[in-house]
């Protein structure tokens, strides 16, 4: 069963509007979180993390929220633009694990100009 | 070369081939991973070496042996594979092991026929 999920394979946004990312978690021992970016051919670039004692980080038009009682984070970019268009992924990593991170399985984000 | 480089970038190989991949990072970092991605999957971690020291084995079959012989390289040696071993491996690395984010290399694409 997966314990991280990323229920939307693809999202499509105009440019200049928010983008909305979501990912859904279902264990309680996760206590970090990340959101990497890839584009084709190439690896997982980190974007942006997330501590569990924080509710919100903000780097640049990067945002992520934390509902740690409904197991809920999120990324928003704004505004977005056709640079972003990648596939987004939710990582987690429960305390005591060794660097172990579980993965979504990615939304596909396409910014139209 | 900066980061973590992966060679080779393309690998098709028969069910009974021996064949090895690389992983290098120029990033100074302490820990290295093996990710393992097929197609419709999310990122699974396969093995974590922290300080040249094997720390996790994500049940990984044996005709899948890494080898870490220091810090700044990895490798994954493969031995007679199946066809549903194809998949995206990625290599990672870490400053260490625990809320360190992990910069990826390209990854090797890997086809068993």
């Known amino acids: 069963d997966q314990q991280v999920k990323q229920n939307s394979p693809s999202l499509s946004v105009q440019e200049g509007r928010i983008s909305i990312l979501n990912c859904d978690y279902t264990n309680s021992m996760f206590d970090y979180f990340l959101w990497y970016k890839k584009y084709p051919a190439e690896g997982p670039t980190f974007l942006i993390s997330i501590s569990s004692i924080k509710d919100k980080n903000e780097d640049g038009r990067f945002t992520v929220f934390l509902n740690k009682s409904a197991k809920h984070l999120s990324l928003h970019i704004v505004p977005s633009q056709p640079g972003d268009s990648a596939v987004y992924f939710c990582a987690a990593s429960a305390r005591g694990s060794q660097g172990n991170l579980i993965f979504g399985k990615g939304t596909k984000l396409s910014v139209k100009p | 070369e900066t980061g973590v480089t992966q060679t080779p970038r393309h690998l098709v190989m028969g069910m009974t081939n021996k064949k090895s991949l690389k992983c290098e990072q120029h990033l100074g970092h302490n820990a290295m991973y093996w990710y393992k991605q097929s197609a419709k999957k999310p990122l699974e971690l396969m093995f974590v070496y922290n300080f040249k020291e094997q720390t996790e084995n994500n049940s990984v079959p044996s005709r899948f042996s890494p080898e870490c012989p220091n810090s700044s390289h990895l490798f994954l040696h493969l031995h007679t594979l199946q066809p549903e071993d194809s998949a995206l491996y990625l290599c990672?690395?870490?400053?260490?092991?625990?809320?360190?984010?992990?910069?990826f290399g390209p990854g090797t694409r890997l086809l068993v026929l």
């Open positions: 990672a690395s870490s400053q260490g092991q625990r809320i360190e984010t992990q910069y």
